[in-house]
Every structure is written in structure tokens, then in C-alpha cells.
């Protein structure tokens, strides 16, 4: 149970926050306790853990009593700490990096942020920083289509993983094509591949699954709670190249041409990853990975330049994809040459 109280705790004191930078000359303790339906003792002990951290809650007298507020300095001090123009230029441009928070209940907060800290600047140092996208800039991953209550969805998730509170939810499952009803247990809510997506585990099934936050038609937060287990990993799908949670990781070897090499020597695709150049130019990248989707849409994305060595069913599923590709195509296109009976052979992940 102390783990849920402490959930709850952090949301309420995160609230709080938001309650006091909302109003210019602050609340009583009795107006935040009434404010957040708990006892002023309760409201006192937040406001202690919250300064104990650092944030600035001050007190000021008022016709009412006193009043807390939330200190406005913040920026100068930062300033004053030694915030350098570097230092600025680079949050700026990290916003690229952090687009993909716009489905959070944190995307307000975020906008803001960055506007306060570009309020620390002269005339003549925004200028400065605006030139920067011109020669240091940053592209993000293609975002996943947020639905207009994806905000509230996220919300209510990290709500109910805090609290540790049952919700009940309607989904659009692409395995099924149908849309299903669900209680789940959240536990978190995380970023991967554009998108974002919520860990948790399902009653019904008694395992831990996720589940894409667009797909979502409906979500509500029940008053049931769950006692969080230890034995739910956590982990960023540590043995997938996509976002597969199931599976045994396996022994993956893929040959690479010369084309194809001098990329993929550039890039970490997996921790376990080992190289092997040969004299020709080519390489042999092996990694123990599970054998999912992703991994055979990655080895489709290098076209011919990419052979499947090991494990053969990775080669039949690359080889029946290449198959359905090619009878898409055929009878061939207007104005193209009939392909020959032999053309592509070697392109083939194994001959059978």
C-alpha cells in the first residue's frame, strides 16, 4: 500500500505545483486542502517534501492569512548559476528532439519552458539563436497520428500507473481487426518508434502487454486498485528491434554488399551486434535479437543489399515478403522489360 500512497502523493504534489504557478498571489493551506479534499496536515507535509527538493515555495501574508506562492525567480537563478548562451541555444534546439512529448500531459509544461528560457535572451542573442537551425538542426522520426483525446489518454494512464489504478478501455487491435474491451493495469507509459504506448498488465490474461495510445477509443479510470508486482519487466524491449515483448532472442546473421556496409558499419543497431569485414567490402552483422516483424521489415529496408544467413525461418519469411512483392509487380508495368526467368537470383536470402 505504500507504494500507491507515494503514487498518489506525486501527482497531488504535482498539482499543487500547477495550482500556485496558476495563481499570482498564492492559496492558504485551508483553500489548497479544501482545493485537493485532503487535511491541511497532508497539505502541510507536501509543501515540506516540495521544498526539501528545491522548489521555491514561499509564504506571504494576506486579509485572509497566509498565503503560499511559487517563487518566479527561477530563470534569473539559473542565470545567475551560469546558464551559458551554449547552454540555451542547445535546449532550443533539443525541441526537435522532444516532439514527440506532444501527446503527453506534459506538452504545455514543455512549450513553456522553452519560451521562459528564451526570455532570458537579449534582442541581439535571439537573433543569434535563430540562425542556429541553419547550420545545427535536428529531424525527428515520423510521428504516429495522435487522436484529438490522446492528451487525455496519456494523462489518465500516468494518473492510474501512479495510483495504481485499474482502467477500463476500449481498443482497436490490429491483430484481431476488431475493437476489444480491456482492464488493464497500468504501469508505464513510454515512447518508441514515433509513437507512444502503454505497458500493463491484463487481468484476464495474466500477462504483461502493450498497447499503441492512438489505437485507443475509449478510456476510463476505475476505483478499483492493484497491488503493483515486482516481476513486471520494465525494460525497453531490450531483445527486439521494434516494440515486441515476447519472444526468445535468437542468433541473427546478415550478410551486407559493399553498398549496404559502408552504412550499416556506422550504426549500432543492437548492443549484442558484432561485425565481420571482408576483404570484398561486404560484412556479416550477427546479434541475438528476437526474430519479429521489425526485424524482417529491417532487412527488407536494405533490398537486395542484404542476405539472411541464420535463422533460416527469418530467411523464408524475408523470402515469401520478396515473393508477394514480386507477384504485386507482375504482369510488369507498362513500358518496363519482361524480367527474366533468372533476374534476381542473387538476391535470394538462401536457395532452397
Known amino acids: 500500500m505504500a507504494k500507491r500512497a507515494r503514487g498518489q502523493e506525486v501527482m497531488r504534489q504535482w498539482r499543487l505545483l500547477e495550482a500556485l504557478e496558476g495563481i499570482r498571489y498564492g492559496l492558504t493551506i485551508k483553500q489548497l486542502a479544501e482545493k485537493f479534499e485532503v487535511t491541511q496536515r497532508t497539505i502541510r507535509r507536501d509543501i515540506e517534501q516540495l521544498q526539501e527538493v528545491g522548489f521555491p515555495l514561499e509564504q506571504k501574508p494576506s486579509d485572509s492569512g497566509l498565503k503560499w506562492t511559487l517563487g518566479r525567480d527561477v530563470f534569473k537563478g539559473l542565470i545567475a548559476a551560469g546558464l551559458t548562451l551554449p547552454e540555451l541555444s542547445a535546449l532550443h534546439l533539443s525541441r526537435a528532439l522532444t516532439e514527440y512529448l506532444s501527446g503527453t500531459p506534459f506538452r504545455k509544461d514543455l512549450a513553456s519552458a522553452f519560451e521562459k528560457f528564451e526570455s532570458c ?40 500507473a501512479l495510483e495504481h489504478r485499474r482502467v477500463s478501455m476500449t481498443y482497436h487491435s490490429f491483430h484481431s481487426r476488431k475493437v476489444k474491451s480491456y482492464v488493464l493495469e497500468p504501469y508505464q507509459v513510454f515512447y518508441a518508434q514515433g509513437g507512444l504506448y502503454v505497458r500493463a498488465v491484463v487481468p484476464a490474461y495474466g500477462e504483461v502487454r502493450q498497447f499503441a495510445i492512438e489505437r485507443i477509443t475509449n478510456l476510463s479510470m476505475t476505483e478499483e486498485h492493484f497491488e503493483p508486482s515486482d516481476k513486471v519487466d520494465l525494460g525497453h524491449f531490450a531483445d527486439s528491434l521494434g516494440v515486441n515483448l515476447g519472444g526468445r532472442p535468437e ?20 548492443p549484442s551486434q558484432e561485425l565481420t569485414k571482408r576483404d570484398d567490402g561486404s560484412v556479416v552483422l550477427t546479434m541475438r535479437v528476437v526474430v519479429d516483424w521489425a526485424l524482417g521489415a529491417w532487412v527488407l529496408s536494405f533490398g537486395a543489399s542484404a542476405r539472411v544467413l541464420k535463422p533460416r525461418k527469418l ?14 509487380y507482375a504482369p510488369p508495368l507498362p513500358g518496363l522489360p519482361k524480367a527474366q526467368a533468372t533476374r534476381g537470383q542473387k538476391g535470394l536470402p538462401f536457395t532452397r
Open 121 to 160: 535572451l537579449t534582442l541581439k542573442q535571439l537573433k543569434y539563436l535563430d540562425a542556429f537551425p541553419k547550420v545545427l538542426a535536428a529531424k525527428p522520426e515520423p510521428r504516429k497520428k495522435a487522436g484529438a483525446d490522446a492528451a487525455q489518454f496519456v494523462s489518465r494512464l500516468t494518473q492510474s
Open 251 to 270: 542468433l541473427v546473421a546478415v550478410e551486407f554488399q559493399p553498398e549496404a556496409a559502408l552504412y550499416v558499419v556506422e550504426r549500432e543497431y543492437h
Open 315 to 328: 530467411a523464408e519469411r524475408v523470402l515469401e515478403q520478396v515473393e508477394e512483392m514480386r507477384a504485386s
